[in-house]
């Protein structure tokens, strides 16, 4: 068991997950680096170690931030994309011991309560990490923060915002002293039978349950933290919907769509009492589903029906999920059964196993060939 907080930190959440009405977000920043809000991106996002073609070696801090920021290539077109995708922020300590050690306090983002502490740093490239649940009346949002070096929280407790329940540090595959941070997401949840997936479609072991970060498919935290702070009441479903589309999916109509059981604001429509044909599910690049529609056109398996158009390779693009170029695009074996994860498609046929992850710091054995984190 992990060493708790004293009470006082913990704190009863007056209204349940269950409340229909949407809450004021009441977010706060994780740790004491407050850089993101004075107009130092430098000093908040830890850097990447990056050798450049040329054989030269940078420190760039950009590659912290959420998006596609890591591995560089250069195409024959002469573009230059990175292709490597970082679902949250690396945030940098403030504090260190005479060790060199980070000591700094992470915080919850938001009143919540923990579901999940991953306390062996080996069964993950998210080293030891901690899930949140958050309800602002828009469905259940996951915030998870990684690379910690002490949890003093158990699943089951519930936190103001703010109050602190771990201290950075550098576990996972990847990191050292030197890069210490606390890699933090917001997510939605995508399925409650994962494991059934996992098991169907992943060839490494599921140390986490739900909790897997393949479950979890992320927001970009940054983007709500400068919405917040022009408006504490913004809603997180609006920021979700905003987000630039990438690509539509066909699914069949008897698929599960537990993900629009949780979030029903993703359909703009009243969900049909009977099952429609079909869906289709409008996709960000790394997979964040933004729109849910019923359609009349039936489909046997997923199918892409409409990619944004490009220069670059789709694979390269989005986290490859898709393959084609230009304005033609078919999934990809990853992208077929992430898919079927996010459409909840057990309920038809297991999705073909598939080896690899699109997740970038994806909960993996330890075993498996490291990434930089």
């Known amino acids: 068991m992990p060493a708790r907080l004293p009470r006082p930190a913990l704190i009863a959440l ?14 706060v920043l994780p740790t004491d680096n407050k850089a993101l809000f004075e107009g130092h991106p430098e000093e908040f996002y830890q850097f ?11 420190t760039p801090w950009e590659a912290g931030q959420f998006g596609f920021v890591r591995n560089e290539a250069h195409l024959t077109n002469g573009e230059t994309i990175f292709t490597r995708f970082h679902e949250g922020l690396d945030i940098k300590p403030m504090h260190r011991d005479a060790k060199d050690e980070p000591t700094d306090e992470v915080r919850s983002i938001a009143a919540g ?20 649940r958050h309800d602002w009346g828009e469905g259940p949002f996951c915030s998870l923060y990684a690379h910690l070096s002490e949890i003093k929280c158990a699943v089951g407790d519930k936190l103001a915002a703010g109050a602190p329940f771990a201290i950075m540090g550098h576990t996972g595959d990847g990191l050292d002293r030197r890069r210490s941070h606390v890699h933090v997401e917001l997510d939605l949840f995508l399925s409650s039978r994962f494991g059934e997936w996992h098991d169907g479609t992943a060839s490494s072991p599921n140390f986490h349950g739900n909790y897997n970060g393949m479950n979890l498919v992320g927001v970009n935290l940054a983007t709500v933290y400068q919405a917040h702070a022009k408006d504490p009441n913004v809603s997180p479903a609006a920021l979700v919907k905003s987000a630039e ?54 489909v046997a398996e997923p199918q892409v029906v409409w990619v944004k158009p490009s220069t670059s390779p789709h694979f390269s693009l989005s986290r490859h999920l898709l393959n084609g170029l230009g304005s033609t695009a078919k999934l990809s074996g990853d992208g077929e059964a992430y898919v079927r994860l996010t459409c909840g498609m057990e309920n038809i046929r297991k999705a073909k196993p598939v080896v690899s992850s699109t997740k970038d710091n994806a909960p993996a054995p330890a075993k498996r060939k490291k990434r930089k984190a």
């Open 113 to 132: 309560e923990v579901v999940y502490a991953s306390l062996i740093a080996g069964h993950s490239n998210y080293g030891k990490y901690v899930v949140i």
């Open 245 to 298: 589309p990438y690509f539509r999916v066909a699914v069949p109509g008897l698929a599960e769509m537990e993900i629009l059981k949780s979030y029903p604001w993703l359909c703009a429509t009243p969900i049909p009492a009977v099952p429609p044909q079909s869906w289709q599910v409008t996709f960000t690049a790394w997979g964040l589903p933004i729109k849910i529609e019923p359609a009349n056109e039936p």
């Open 48 to 58: 990447v170690d990056r050798t450049l073609p040329s054989g030269e070696k940078t």
């Open 14 to 27: 007056a209204l349940s997950f269950s409340t229909p009405a949407l809450h004021a977000l009441d977010l």
